[in-house]
């Protein structure tokens, strides 16, 4: 993908960045021996007259989900070490230190079999979350970095909770028509919504080819939507899929969106933000049946040289914050960019990883493209002026 990302990481020297959940974690490994450190200051100061045997018994617990075995257990040590020697220490040491001693010594056997257990379940997770990375990557291999005058940028994030297959998928195809691009989220996860990702896909591609207009392109992929439905049986018979088809023609005169029930796209030019809204709502693939004649709504934009066209999922607008808040991009790029779709999705990725706390509750895509001038771009489509420019509703 564009920019060296994936999966929320960027490379920096060969190596992947952590992710801000990642960074908290290593953040939080110095909790253990912090509280060891508070026992023995607290313990010092007020000359054994205080009992710190709870905080060193917290310590070693804390141990657990954030140290590997061997830390735990020198935490552990450490902790039961200093507990001996308040006991030792004591003037007239008695039976009611050897409770708190015994249970410290407990509380320590008990934190390393929960860092193997816990350990063991991350493994598990991590295997199942990239099982189900290099299956996504299968079906939806990286995009190009340039189509004609257009810079491209995508990225796909993937939820900490989640180790299932996601339906998020994006394409762009140049084509005799113009050139033309898709975002969608099928509903649900996992292998059926893998198939249905691949058709819509395919569908795609080969109405993009032989569709002259946007509308021939929508219908046809309503068409396959229904085709995957009526084959498929329980729930899965009850899938839909949300989806952005845009298209620029040849002469890159104006932007054209069909939205299918999805995110408005945002326009991102002169520091300013616009959510591309259509017109008259449709409803998404899968819950609406096309005929040749009935009407596919279709809005007209234009799409300045420099400006960046953002489509994204919902992972996106409906991750939440720790006040169950969703996030908004809109404020994250209201500001002055470079002619740059990486630059611009970062900006979006830095914000909503801050405002969850780098805990992404649903799968997202973004796709971003960047329309240059003439002169810089690499411009190889065929000039094909249109002659005026349709109503909406097209």
């Given at each position: 993908m564009g920019g060296g990302m994936r999966n929320g990481r960027r490379k920096s020297g060969g190596r992947e960045e952590p992710t801000e959940r990642e960074r908290r974690r290593l953040r939080l490994r110095w909790l253990p021996a912090a509280m060891i450190v508070a026992a023995l200051v607290v313990s010092f100061v007020t000359r054994g007259a205080l009992n710190t045997f709870p905080l060193l018994a917290a310590a070693t617990v804390v141990a657990a989900p954030l140290l590997s075995l061997r830390g735990t257990c020198a935490i552990g040590?450490?902790?039961?070490?200093?507990?001996?020697?308040?006991v030792i220490l004591k003037r007239e040491p008695g039976i009611d230190e050897a409770v708190p001693f015994s249970s410290l010594v407990l509380l320590t056997v008990v934190a390393a079999f929960l860092n193997v257990v816990l350990a063991r379940d991350r493994a598990q997770l991590r295997t199942s979350r990239e099982v189900a990375a290099v299956l996504q990557r299968a079906v939806l291999p990286d995009l190009p970095d340039r189509v004609g005058r257009l810079a491209v940028a995508t990225r796909y994030e993937v939820?900490?909770?989640?180790?299932?297959?996601?339906?998020?998928?994006?394409?762009?195809?140049?084509?005799?028509?113009?050139?033309?691009?898709?975002?969608?989220?099928?509903?649900g996860k996992g292998l059926q919504a893998i198939r249905t990702v691949n058709a819509l896909l395919?569908?795609?591609?080969?109405?993009?080819?032989?569709r002259p207009d946007l509308p021939g392109v929508v219908r046809q992929l309503e068409n396959r939507m229904q085709e995957v439905i009526s084959e498929s049986s329980g729930e899965d018979?009850?899938?839909?899929?949300?989806?952005?088809?845009?298209?620029?023609?040849?002469?890159?005169?104006?932007?054209?969106?069909?939205?299918?029930?999805h995110e408005a796209p945002l326009l991102v030019h002169d520091g300013k933000v616009l959510p591309l809204e259509p017109a008259t709502p449709a409803l998404p693939l899968g819950l609406d049946l096309l005929d040749a004649d009935d009407e596919v709504p279709v809005d007209l934009f234009d799409l300045p040289?420099?400006?960046?066209?953002?489509?994204?999922?919902?992972?996106?607008?409906?991750?939440?914050?720790?006040?169950?808040?969703?996030f908004d991009p809109v404020p994250a790029l209201s500001r002055h960019f470079p002619p740059d779709p990486d630059a611009v999705l970062d900006a979006v990725l830095s914000a909503v990883s801050r405002h969850t706390g780098g805990n992404l509750q649903d799968d997202a895509a973004l796709f971003a493209v960047t329309l240059e001038d003439a002169v810089s771009g690499?411009?190889?489509l065929r000039p094909a002026p249109e002659t005026g420019r349709p109503e909406h509703g097209a």
């Open positions: 040590v450490v902790a039961n070490l200093l507990g001996l020697s308040i939820a900490h909770k989640e180790a299932a297959i996601g339906g998020d998928f994006f394409a762009i195809k140049e084509t005799p028509h113009g050139i033309r691009m898709l975002i969608a989220d099928v509903r395919g569908s795609f591609h080969e109405a993009s080819q032989h018979a009850e899938s839909f899929a949300t989806a952005v088809v845009a298209e620029l023609p040849p002469d890159y005169s104006v932007l054209r969106i069909a939205n299918r029930g040289v420099g400006a960046t066209l953002v489509l994204y999922t919902d992972g996106i607008n409906e991750a939440r914050d720790a006040d169950g808040v969703f690499a411009d190889r």
